[in-house]
Antibody, heavy 118, light 110 residues
């Protein structure tokens, strides 16, 4: 059964870079059928798509975050990652990684809370 | 880009039927598939409807989805409501390479 697990620091200072990794087990990030995505949810608010990455390196980002986001896939370690630079308190959220079998997000990680604070 | 608008909250009694709407602001709702996700408190979302009206295995047939081009909206209908259906529900669609979520609807079963 496919499992996804987010990892990374739970606290990031303002203006610094948020870096998260999603480790995939029970499946392969090199599968040609899937994209791998990041979604976030500020406390008490709704879901926001951040972006999606394909194993070839193709990426698609939310236009509102595009200037600050970088996503990549590491097929050798069966992981994919998110980097969000110049963070502010508005970036405080639970960050989810997910497998995307276009058009649906069919498997999700449990989520990781990242707080931006000094 | 387009937006998906959902009612903030709905409530209904156990055993009844409830419908949650999702209206697309621009472009045709019929152009790109709509998905619906259920999110219980403290949990990750999980898909209950995909490609407008398809149910993943394991999702009860009490859940159904539809699309109405005349109102440019999609709907999630849950019949025979159970207390376990109480959750937040999000619609999601896309255009080109952008994925968009609705703002979410809190379903209360009381």
């Amino acid at each position: 059964q496919l499992q996804l697990q987010e990892s990374g620091p739970g606290l990031v200072r303002p203006s610094e870079t948020l870096s998260l990794t999603c480790t995939v087990s029970g499946g392969s990030t090199s599968s040609i059928s899937y994209y791998w995505g990041w979604i976030r949810q500020p406390p008490g608010k709704g879901l926001e798509w951040i972006g999606s990455v394909y194993d070839s390196g193709s990426t698609f980002y939310n236009p509102s975050l595009k200037s600050r986001v970088t996503m990549s896939v590491d097929t050798s370690n069966n992981q994919f990652s998110l980097r969000l630079k110049s963070v502010t308190a508005a970036d405080t959220a639970v960050y989810y990684c997910a497998r995307e079998y276009q058009p649906l997000l069919d498997s999700w990680g449990q989520g990781i809370l990242v707080t931006v604070s000094s | 880009n387009f937006m998906l608008t959902q009612p903030h909250s709905v409530s209904e009694s156990p055993g009844k039927t409830v419908t949650i709407s999702c209206t697309r602001s621009s472009g045709s709702i019929a152009t790109n598939y709509v998905q619906w996700y259920q999110q219980r408190p403290g949990r990750a979302p999980n898909v209950v409807i995909y490609e407008d009206n398809q149910r993943p295995s394991g999702v009860p047939d009490r859940f159904s989805g539809s699309v109405d081009s005349s109102s440019n909206s999609a709907s999630l209908t849950i019949s025979g409501l159970k207390t376990e259906d109480e959750a937040d529900y999000y619609c999601q669609s896309y255009e080109n390479n952008d994925r968009v979520f609705g703002g979410g609807t809190k379903l209360t079963v009381l």
